[in-house]
């Protein structure tokens, strides 16, 4: 009865339906219990779950869970900036992929391993529209209010040709505190597009969980919080 519980609450929305741009392909927010997937490259009816408290060794973290709740897509995150994909939930399958971070200068950037071979990188997510803190998403950041913003980077192949985008927006007044979207080149498997976004969340949380919250002074902030009223 809990892992069900928290499997429906994993799949439930925190505030009501997001609207996208027409072009978004990918598109994730966050939800009460973690990351919600809204839109997949694909086009499938798919949902994300996680593992939940009682995954078995060598389950994956993430599941990208079709109709019938057939397993698609396996997601393994490895320590704390990487995640492999694998067709399926068993770990003897192979690789699929994987999105790994990096970081210069403080601003996290990603590497897209695709199923054939291709080799994506994104620019630093850039602030967009102006705002206080730094100009990308960095570990920085001192305060909650620092991150809070819209910030976006180009997807660019090997040959450095900006062939799609991944966006973040990260604030209190919006319909989730953290929203995601983009726009990926067609080789971008569904599972591959969705541990970019993991990975982004994750840097995103851990910023969030090393940086002032103003408005407790202390560390370990929350960047949803809003000023009290």
């Not at 990208?64 to 399958?93: C, K």
């Not at 819209?150 to 799609?164: E, I, N």
Request: hydrophobic share 40%; charged share 25%.
């Amino acid at each position: 009865m809990m892992l069900a519980a928290v499997v429906l609450a994993a799949c439930k929305p925190s505030r009501g339906p997001i609207s996208y741009d027409p072009d978004v392909k990918l598109a994730l927010h966050l939800a009460r219990a973690g990351l919600f997937l809204d839109r997949i490259p694909s086009g499938r009816e798919l949902r994300l779950e996680t593992g939940g408290w009682l995954a078995s060794p060598g389950r994956p973290t993430y599941r990208l869970v079709g109709e019938g709740n057939q397993v698609v897509t396996g997601l393994w995150t490895v320590g704390h900036s990487r995640v492999m994909v694998r067709e399926g939930e068993s770990s003897i399958e192979p690789i699929a992929g994987e999105v790994v971070a990096s970081w210069e200068e403080s601003a996290i950037r990603l590497t897209l391993h695709l199923a054939n071979a291709h080799v994506l990188h994104t620019d630093a997510f850039a602030r967009q529209g102006g705002g206080t803190g730094p100009s990308t998403i960095s570990r920085s950041a001192q305060t909650v209010l620092d991150v809070r913003g819209t910030y976006k980077a180009d997807v660019r192949d090997a040959d450095g040709r900006s062939v799609g985008w991944l966006r973040a927006k990260i604030g209190p007044y919006q319909k989730a505190p953290r929203i995601y979207d983009g726009v990926l080149p067609a080789d971008v498997g569904d599972g591959v597009a969705v541990a970019a976004v993991i990975v982004l969340d994750g840097e995103v949380a851990w910023i969030e969980d090393h940086a002032l919250d103003v408005y407790r002074g202390t560390g370990d902030g929350r960047l949803e919080k809003s000023i009290p009223r």
